[in-house]
């Protein structure tokens, strides 16, 4: 960060000064030796409390001012800085000046003095207050970055619909605990905080809760799918049960994520009965379908047994007829017996259709 901060303050920078002086020989002098020391400067010349209050209306990276005005003082000057642009550096730019008013200036508010006639120190002294300003911002945009981030983490602490605990990782102490967590099992907020994970009421079974604490410290995360938690109702509640430990600065703390389950499982479960009901139909119909082809069967094996007999009658008819006839038949006789021979055939055939793997004709 030093780096980035000093390549804010290399040279041919642009500075914009307000310049508290009544000399114009002095300011000449100041101007040069800042243009010499690398600035670009923009700046306003000001020697009384009105100029200097109406040019605090505009922007300013550095206030410098004489001490001894004739209508006007540095002192005066610093307090006016103080009052509407206190994020501006201010260094005293004086002739001779007693030490200890130095020092008291400095006290209330400046971030250095330079006297005119060691000019050569001021270039140095403001690249100094430069980046102190630099890293006052830097650090106070990181702050405001951090309070933001803890604000959204609140919100989303406060709002989740899942409970959690944060719980301190070398003790096991209970640090916090969320509304949902708090609604979910009826307990206060007394009944957590401070006290540890296997001392809290919900977790009843201590050494369980003892035994799963020492496997996080050790493995940094855990996750129980279905484990009973105990409402103070006395009922229990299926949770899943998941925790993980991070360092929050120079601390580890452990974030444990409890989520109610019990419409999972309660829809688990009549997904199975559901399941065990589609079975039992399929079952029944199967059954039914057994019994319905057992009467088939019933049925049909003495229609097939008349079938054959009556085929077999009609084969030998046939042949006799072919017997007596023969020398009778004309080429037509003859062709109308073969067909029939050739139905009566198919027929035969039909009617022993080969059992199937259960003992049973195909129907």
């Known amino acids: 960060m030093q780096a980035m901060i000093k390549a804010e303050v290399k040279k041919d920078r642009p500075l914009r000064v307000l310049i508290v002086e009544d000399h114009k020989s002095d300011v000449t002098l100041l101007l040069a030796v800042l243009r010499a020391g690398g600035f670009d400067v923009t700046y306003e010349v000001v020697a009384t409390e009105a100029a200097m209050r109406s040019a605090l209306d505009h922007r300013w990276d550095l206030i410098t001012s004489d001490h001894a005005m004739p209508q ?199 997904i199975q009965q559901t399941d065990r009901g589609l079975e039992r139909q399929v079952d029944l119909r199967a059954a039914h379908l057994e019994a319905l082809n057992g009467e088939a069967e019933t049925y049909a094996n003495p229609v097939f047994h008349d079938l054959q007999a009556h085929l077999r009658r009609m084969n030998g008819v046939v042949t006799e007829l072919e017997r007596l006839c023969r020398d009778d038949l004309n080429v037509t006789g003859q062709d109308l017996i073969a067909e029939i021979r050739e139905c009566t055939g198919l027929m035969t055939t039909l009617v022993q259709v080969p059992q199937t793997a259960n003992g049973r004709r195909p129907l």
């Open 72 to 270: 006007f003082s540095g002192s005066a000057a610093l307090a006016l800085a103080l009052e509407l642009r206190p994020d501006v550096p201010f260094i005293i730019v004086s002739g001779e000046i007693e030490v200890n008013l130095a020092v008291s200036l400095m006290q209330a508010g400046a971030q250095d003095y330079v006297q005119k006639t060691e000019l050569i120190r001021l270039v140095p002294a403001i690249r100094r207050v430069l980046l102190e300003r630099a890293v006052r911002d830097d650090k106070l945009l990181a702050d405001q970055a951090l309070i933001a981030s803890e604000a959204q983490y609140r919100r989303l602490f406060e709002s989740a619909q899942d409970g959690i605990l944060i719980v301190d990782a070398q003790s096991g102490q209970i640090r916090d605990v969320n509304p949902f967590l708090l609604e979910l099992l009826g307990f206060s907020r007394e009944e957590y905080l401070g006290k540890k994970l296997w001392e809290v009421a919900a977790f009843k079974d201590s050494e369980a809760s003892k035994s799963a604490f020492l496997e996080l410290q050790q493995r940094g995360y855990i996750r129980y799918d279905n484990i009973p938690l105990h409402a103070k109702a006395g009922n229990s509640v299926e949770v899943e049960f998941v925790s993980n430990v991070y360092d929050v600065g120079n601390q580890r703390v452990i974030q444990c994520n409890i989520r109610d389950i019990t419409e999972r499982r309660r829809a688990e479960t009549e």
